[in-house]
């Protein structure tokens, strides 16, 4: 049995962009009343504007307060979807340790942030989406590995959240390489080499789009029998 999207309220962490913003304009197209949260104001008010959501908040995921403030107001929320993120890289004996904390900032503790702050207003029959990654199956030797480590924390998070907070549906999605503005931002110059190079040893010879990742989000969020799942959705990335 699913359940329908039909006038729930969905909030969208990470909804101005990228995988978040193509789940949040899915829902919109589902019926959902979708509001969507970004870092900052103007941008969040101008992705609400274009497409027509039915509200925006400016929040940063590693401030509790903020994140708190930007869901003060909301009276009950359907479902959760905890996309915010960045690509914290940095090896281990080099990176500052405040910058690799990020990774389980922007994660893991704003996962609990946002739950604390929603408290009794998550409704019992809705559900929280989180974010992992394909790192956290295939780390590499690139400065990723707490970011895989906070990945692979969130799938387990899940899990335990999907027993202590049920019957609300806790899930996590794991993208695999998307081609979203965060890759640009992260690679700079690098991209298309980086994207080349990586699309040649896909099974499916191209990255995955947002609009893919974000269908899968729309999926855990309606399918009211999945619950504790991590969905990947990586081309079969896992696989080579
Ligand atoms: N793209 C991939 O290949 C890929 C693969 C695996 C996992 N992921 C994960 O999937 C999630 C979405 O990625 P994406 O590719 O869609 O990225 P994106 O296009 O860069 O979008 C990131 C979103 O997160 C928001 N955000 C970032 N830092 C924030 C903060 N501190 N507080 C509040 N909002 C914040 C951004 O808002 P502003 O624009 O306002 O800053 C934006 O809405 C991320 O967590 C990423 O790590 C992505």
């Known amino acids: 049995m699913s ?44 992705v609400a504007a274009e497409n027509g959501f039915a509200g925006w908040r400016a929040a940063d995921v590693t401030r509790p307060e903020t994140i708190a403030a930007g869901l003060a107001d909301l009276r009950r929320v359907d479902h959760l979807v905890l996309l915010a993120g960045t690509f914290v890289a940095g090896k281990i004996l080099e990176a500052e340790v405040d910058h690799l904390k990020r990774a389980f900032d922007e994660r893991i503790w704003a996962a609990v942030h946002a739950l604390r702050a929603l408290g009794d207003r998550l409704a019992r029959d809705g559900s929280v989406t989180l974010v992992s990654g394909a790192l956290a ?3 590499n030797a690139h400065g990723t590995a707490v970011l895989a480590a906070a990945s692979a924390a969130m799938e387990a998070l899940a899990r335990g959240l999907a027993l202590e907070l049920a ?7 794991s993208p695999g390489t998307t081609d979203t503005p965060l890759l640009a931002r992260t690679l700079g110059a690098n991209r298309d080499a980086y994207v080349a190079a990586l699309t040649e040893r896909l099974p499916q010879r191209r990255l995955g789009t947002a609009e893919e990742a974000g269908a899968a989000v729309v999926f855990l969020m309606s399918n009211g029998f999945m619950t504790g799942e991590t969905l990947h959705v990586d081309g079969g990335a896992r696989l080579v």
């Open 3 to 46: 359940s329908t999207l039909q006038d729930r309220t969905i909030v969208v962490f990470g909804g101005t962009s990228g995988i978040g913003l193509a789940a949040a304009r899915q829902a919109m197209a589902a019926g959902a009343k979708v509001v969507v949260v970004g870092s900052h104001a103007e941008g969040a008010e101008r």
């Open 137 to 139: 199956d295939r780390p």
């Open 167 to 173: 019957p609300v549906r806790v899930n996590t999605l």
